[in-house]
């Protein structure tokens, strides 16, 4: 089956049209909707899980853990492009990409094992705004050169915290 076709039967599925990764394996074509998670309201947007039975033409609504961890996993290594389009794209950046940054940057660390310190959000503050506080002064440093590269403002504080606006500004002259 090509993509268009898949394309064409998903989109006569869904009542709309979507973008999708698929993946084969069997007579079942996985098909993974692009969803971004938006942790500021803890919901999802996006089409969901669909699986294809390509015997019997039929889509079949699926839970992300049936999606066979060989497909599911060869797509999940973050880059600090992807990190970047993420939050340009839905212009916010959330805890997903926090500690994937972190965790990618500190793969070249040479300690036993990674702590990725004190998250928390100042509700009685700001909900737009993050303090984050890393053991390792490298990493926050290059979280911050990271965050400023997508023009999120952001500030080291008299303790040491990182604090940046969830947002990025939307005009890089601003």
């Known amino acids: 089956m090509t993509e268009e076709k898949l394309k064409e039967l998903l989109t006569a599925y869904r009542g709309e049209e979507v973008a999708f990764k698929s993946y ?3 007579n079942y074509i ?40 060989e497909i599911y996993d060869d797509d999940s290594q973050p ?10 794209q839905r212009q916010y950046v959330n805890e997903k990409d926090m500690l994937d940054f972190t965790e990618m940057i500190y793969e070249g660390n040479d300690e036993d094992s990674f702590n990725f310190g ?4 100042n509700y009685k503050r ?13 990493i926050r440093d290059a979280f911050k050169t990271f965050l400023e590269s997508v023009c999120v403002r952001c ?16 005009n890089a002259a601003e």
């Open 24 to 26: 084969r394996s069997g």
């Open 30 to 69: 996985y098909i993974v909707g692009v969803r971004d998670y938006d942790d500021r309201e803890a919901k999802a947007g996006g089409s969901g899980f669909v699986r294809f039975n390509t015997d019997t033409m039929s889509f079949e609504e699926i839970h992300y853990l049936q999606i066979p961890s």
């Open 79 to 88: 880059t600090r492009n992807s990190i970047a389009n993420g939050i340009v």
């Open 118 to 121: 004190k998250i928390f959000y």
């Open 126 to 138: 700001d909900k737009e705004k993050i303090r984050a506080h890393f053991r390792s002064t490298e």
């Open 155 to 170: 500030v080291i504080d008299n303790e040491g915290w990182l604090e940046f606006d969830r947002v990025p500004v939307q």
